[in-house]
């Protein structure tokens, strides 16, 4: 099945450099896209794995850039955490989204969870953890 394309303003930039100028299929990406839909003003949509794309921007939707993190499996819903079992990361490409760009920079990506990452200079991207403990007896949650 493939669902309607929502082609929105914006370009992406190829691993060489190269930026396309057209439009991105953008459909929230509530899963973390494997391929970027782009067509410039023939209207012909093209796929591009996430490999072979350095970063993406979508008019007002946001500025999105690859990169390879391990995130927090951990749920924070405290029915799921009682029956959680260990295995707490995930390493895998995503599409950050850019908060704020500067010597420190902040990254977002929301699955079940919303994930914030940091980088410094120009240091690794990491994940900020946000997690909830129980006690021993799983009664109380911190």
């Given at each position: 099945a493939y669902s309607q394309q929502?082609?929105?303003?914006?370009?992406?930039?190829?691993?060489?450099?190269d930026t396309l100028k057209g439009m991105v299929d953008y459909t929230?990406?509530?899963d973390n896209p494997r391929e970027i839909f782009f067509?410039?003003?023939?209207?012909?949509?093209?796929?591009?794995?996430?490999a072979?794309?350095?970063?993406?921007?979508?008019f007002r939707k946001g500025d999105y850039e690859r990169a390879i993190v391990a995130i927090s499996t951990r749920p924070i819903d405290t029915i799921a955490l009682r029956n959680f079992v260990q295995g707490n990361q995930q390493t895998?490409?995503?599409f950050l989204k850019r908060i704020v760009t500067g010597s420190s920079s902040l990254f977002a990506l929301h699955d079940f969870k919303d994930h914030f990452f940091l980088r410094t200079d120009?240091?690794?991207i990491t994940e900020l953890v946000y997690?909830?403990?129980?006690?021993?007896?799983?009664t109380r949650f911190f």
């Open positions: 929502n082609l929105l303003r914006g370009y992406i930039i190829k691993n060489t450099g929230n990406w509530s067509s410039r003003t023939d209207g012909q949509v093209k796929k591009f794995p996430i072979e794309v350095r970063a993406v921007s979508i895998d490409t995503f120009a240091g690794r997690e909830i403990e129980s006690d021993e007896y799983n």
